[in-house]
């Protein structure tokens, strides 16, 4: 094959996805899904970066799946889909859920990630008996709850894209007026209390924040995957600054990328969920910030070590190669 | 009939998972274990596509070698610098997602939907047997599950000072000479094999249930190992029984219910254990002040 016939062929692809884009941008359903999904990344990659940061990244995983038997009880309680009602009930059983690990870590000798395994798959065992018992029992119209498993945002309704999108933009507000609270609690908690901040409470506010992101996010990725959305994009934000403030922009960034890219890709192929498609774009996005990434990213690291080496010569090497043998006994210790 | 086959895959299962529970809540890897059972999914899927059947040995390897994969991926994270927990998040997230697409992709040529691979379709156990030239020996999952307990048995009844040892001390087990890579590759590479075969029967989310929550139970038992593994695989069977007493009657899931049960004994354990317990606690301090 010639080049040129090969370039004209990609170019030709290209049109045709550039087509079907523009298409789905104009079909105004499709519009709102995709702002929606858009606005979801954004705001948890903004939350998650603080979670991150005071290292409870796992903690999304847990909200998430202690959601399902809330979600499950607010359908039960009111017979009808609506988010709102959803999000209430979510918002309590990830409450509950977030008491119920302090109450084991402080009360018992168990771990914090033991207790929140516990939490975790005992309210997901909780949540799939009461799933099985609506679709058993005599709930009608509860077609499309286990749509919550693995997210299908094209199932979302006007009303729901609106609630969505408030409560998004809600959260991102809060980070933004609240930001320098925030950055203190997460950085020093100690001296934050020293200046008079109230640390307990921010400390739940956080908390809380994340268990409305975590269930706005179920939405569009579904229970399973949706702690993707809050470490992911932090963790790749991480590669590329030092500075919080460029953090939260660029996690914020990855996760709307992350989130529009579920949405277009799922609208496309119909059968395809819209969570695992977000998360593979998240993803992506960490390998290419943990290669390339301007500050932590393995190339630059390598680089700079290069450089080093140059410079130090000899006696660098040396030790290096003590440091690495010290590296490898941490290692094993570690392990 | 069909009861004593579910019961004893159940029974199965916890015996499996109880072991390996005890040492992955001592050595604080109860996450890495829930990491595992959801990393597993593309092994898991690539093997059916490739090979059409559900019980194959291939599907068994290339399960394995993706829970392996997934340990290994969530160490290089960390030591290149991720929170140790947030690597966890990342690698099977990634892994999970994977996995989902390709069921939903190849959904129509493959007989394995997301509910099964979720909750488990531990109440068909007995459809699936065994038929060796004519004889029916058994459902299919009884064999693989046992196959896995007798191997897990072995390995750890060998090898029982060394894992003891580096479950508690590992910086000495290394200063010994023992291979603790090694050892640590061989814990993770059984949580993968007592994953896939449990999946089947009992799903995804019920492994992390019965790898962690009896385990859990047992630790506020005793203070003695052997005894936690004892008690870890004690609390599993008993939760089985209870558990599926319960979904006979609500009608329900009966991998949710089992892990609910685990769940009631958990809290049970954590309220009213007579070394450990949030009651006995309180009237030691009691005492203590009076």
Same mark, same amino acid.
């Given at each position: 094959?010639?080049?040129?016939?090969?370039?004209?062929?990609?170019?030709?692809?290209?049109?045709?996805?550039?087509?079907?884009?523009?298409?789905?941008?104009?079909?105004?359903?499709?519009?709102?899904?995709?702002?929606?999904?858009?606005?979801?990344?954004?705001?948890?990659?903004?939350?998650?970066?603080?979670?991150?940061?005071?290292?409870?990244?796992?903690?999304?995983?847990?909200?998430?799946?202690?959601?399902?038997?809330?979600?499950? $009880?607010?359908?039960?309680?009111?017979?009808?889909?609506?988010?709102?009602?959803?999000?209430?009930?979510?918002?309590?059983?990830?409450?509950?859920?977030?008491?119920?690990?302090?109450?084991?870590?402080?009360?018992?000798?168990?771990?914090?990630?033991?207790?929140?395994?516990?939490?975790?798959?005992?309210?997901?065992?909780?949540?799939?008996?009461?799933?099985?018992?609506?679709?058993?029992?005599?709930?009608?119209?509860?077609?499309?709850?286990?749509?919550?498993?693995?997210?299908?945002?094209?199932?979302? $309704?006007?009303?729901?894209?609106?609630?969505?999108?408030?409560?998004?933009?809600?959260?991102?507000?809060?980070?933004?007026?609240?930001?320098?609270?925030?950055?203190?609690?997460?950085?020093?908690?100690?001296?934050?209390?020293?200046?008079?901040?109230?640390?307990?409470?921010?400390?739940?506010?956080?908390?809380?924040?994340?268990?409305?992101?975590?269930?706005?996010?179920?939405?569009?990725?579904?229970?399973?995957?949706?702690?993707?959305?809050?470490?992911?994009?932090?963790?790749?934000?991480?590669?590329?600054?030092?500075?919080?403030?460029?953090?939260?922009?660029?996690? @914020?960034?990855?996760?709307?990328?992350?989130?529009?890219?579920?949405?277009?890709?799922?609208?496309?192929?119909?059968?395809?969920?819209?969570?695992?498609?977000?998360?593979?774009?998240?993803?992506?996005?960490?390998?290419?910030?943990?290669?390339?990434?301007?500050?932590? @990213?393995?190339?630059?690291?390598?680089?700079?070590?290069?450089?080093?080496?140059?410079?130090?010569?000899?006696?660098?090497?040396?030790?290096?190669?003590?440091?690495?043998?010290?590296?490898?006994?941490?290692?094993?210790?570690?392990? | 009939?069909?009861?004593?086959?579910?019961?004893?895959?159940?029974?199965?299962?916890?015996?499996?998972?109880?072991?390996?529970?005890?040492?992955?809540?001592?050595?604080?890897?109860?996450?890495?274990?829930?990491?595992?059972?959801?990393?597993?999914?593309?092994?898991?899927?690539?093997?059916?596509?490739?090979?059409?059947?559900?019980?194959?040995?291939?599907?068994?390897?290339?399960?394995?070698?993706?829970?392996?994969?997934?340990?290994?991926?969530?160490?290089?994270?960390?030591?290149?610098?991720?929170?140790?927990?947030?690597?966890?998040?990342?690698?099977?997230?990634?892994?999970?997602?994977?996995?989902?697409?390709?069921?939903?992709?190849?959904?129509?040529?493959?007989?394995?939907?997301?509910?099964?691979?979720?909750?488990?379709?531990?109440?068909?156990?007995?459809?699936?047997?065994?038929?060796?030239?004519?004889?029916?020996? @058994?459902?299919?999952?009884?064999?693989?599950?046992?196959?896995?307990?007798?191997? $897990?048995?072995?390995?750890?009844?060998?090898?029982?000072?060394?894992?003891?040892?580096?479950?508690?001390?590992?910086?000495?087990?290394?200063?010994?000479?023992?291979?603790?890579?090694?050892?640590?590759?061989?814990?993770?590479?059984?949580?993968?094999?007592?994953?896939?075969?449990?999946?089947?029967?009992? @799903?995804?989310?019920?492994?992390?249930?019965?790898?962690?929550?009896?385990?859990?139970?047992?630790?506020?038992?005793?203070?003695?190992?052997?005894?936690?593994?004892?008690?870890?695989?004690?609390?599993?069977?008993?939760?089985?029984?209870?558990?599926?007493?319960?979904?006979?009657?609500?009608?329900?899931?009966?991998?949710?219910?089992?892990?609910?049960?685990?769940?009631?004994?958990?809290?049970?354990?954590?309220?009213?254990?007579?070394?450990?317990?949030?009651?006995?606690?309180?009237?030691?301090?009691?005492?203590?002040?009076?």
């Amino acid at each position: 094959m010639t080049g040129a016939g090969w370039r004209s062929r990609t170019s030709r692809k290209g049109e045709r996805i550039m087509n079907t884009l523009w298409a789905l941008l104009h079909d105004p359903n499709m519009r709102w899904i995709f702002i929606s999904c858009t606005l979801l990344g954004l705001s948890s990659g903004v939350i998650g970066c603080f979670s991150y940061l005071r290292k409870q990244s796992l903690m999304g995983d847990t909200l998430a799946h202690a959601a399902l038997p809330g979600i499950c $009880i607010a359908f039960m309680l009111t017979g009808t889909k609506s988010i709102l009602y959803f999000l209430i009930g979510a918002g309590l059983a990830g409450v509950v859920a977030t008491f119920g690990i302090g109450l084991i870590t402080r009360h018992s000798r168990i771990k914090h990630d033991s207790a929140m395994g516990i939490v975790l798959s005992g309210f997901f065992g909780l949540g799939i008996v009461l799933l099985t018992i609506v679709q058993h029992g005599g709930y009608g119209n509860q077609a499309g709850l286990d749509k919550f498993l693995f997210g299908q945002a094209a199932s979302m $309704i006007g009303s729901d894209v609106l609630t969505l999108s408030i409560v998004s933009l809600f959260l991102i507000t809060i980070c933004y007026f609240l930001f320098k609270q925030f950055k203190l609690v997460s950085f020093d908690p100690g001296f934050a209390k020293g200046i008079g901040y109230s640390v307990g409470f921010y400390e739940q506010l956080l908390m809380l924040l994340m268990v409305v992101a975590v269930v706005v996010g179920i939405q569009a990725v579904g229970v399973i995957l949706v702690a993707s959305l809050i470490i992911t994009p932090a963790v790749s934000a991480r590669y590329w600054t030092d500075r919080l403030g460029v953090m939260v922009a660029v996690s @914020g960034v990855f996760g709307a990328i992350s989130g529009a890219t579920g949405a277009i890709v799922s609208s496309t192929a119909s059968s395809l969920p819209t969570g695992p498609l977000t998360v593979l774009a998240a993803t992506a996005l960490f390998v290419l910030s943990l290669l390339f990434g301007s500050k932590r @990213g393995l190339l630059i690291r390598r680089l700079v070590q290069q450089r080093m080496k140059r410079r130090l010569g000899f006696a660098y090497e040396e030790q290096a190669a003590t440091a690495s043998v010290d590296e490898r006994i941490n290692k094993e210790a570690a392990l | 009939m069909s009861d004593f086959w579910i019961l004893l895959t159940g029974v199965l299962v916890a015996s499996c998972s109880g072991i390996l529970g005890a040492f992955l809540v001592l050595r604080k890897m109860a996450m890495i274990g829930d990491a595992i059972s959801h990393s597993v999914m593309p092994g898991i899927v690539i093997a059916f596509l490739l090979s059409g059947s559900r019980d194959s040995l291939l599907m068994m390897v290339a399960a394995m070698a993706c829970g392996l994969f997934a340990v290994f991926l969530i160490q290089l994270f960390q030591q290149k610098g991720v929170q140790a927990d947030a690597s966890i998040g990342v690698v099977f997230t990634a892994l999970f997602a994977i996995g989902v697409l390709l069921v939903s992709l190849f959904a129509r040529q493959v007989h394995l939907d997301q509910d099964a691979i979720l909750y488990g379709e531990i109440a068909y156990v007995h459809w699936n047997t065994w038929i060796v030239s004519g004889v029916d020996l @058994g459902p299919k999952a009884v064999w693989l599950l046992g196959g896995t307990l007798i191997i $897990i048995v072995t390995v750890i009844s060998l090898f029982y000072k060394q894992f003891k040892l580096i479950t508690f001390d590992p910086a000495l087990a290394a200063a010994l000479g023992i291979p603790v890579a090694l050892f640590h590759y061989l814990l993770m590479g059984m949580v993968s094999m007592a994953t896939v075969s449990s999946f089947e029967s009992v @799903g995804a989310i019920l492994v992390v249930g019965m790898l962690i929550i009896p385990a859990a139970t047992a630790y506020l038992l005793t203070d003695r190992l052997g005894m936690m593994i004892l008690l870890s695989v004690g609390v599993g069977i008993a939760s089985t029984f209870v558990g599926y007493g319960a979904a006979v009657i609500i009608d329900a899931s009966i991998a949710g219910c089992i892990v609910c049960a685990a769940g009631i004994l958990f809290v049970l354990a954590f309220l009213f254990s007579p070394s450990h317990g949030f009651v006995a606690k309180k009237l030691r301090l009691r005492k203590l002040v009076a």
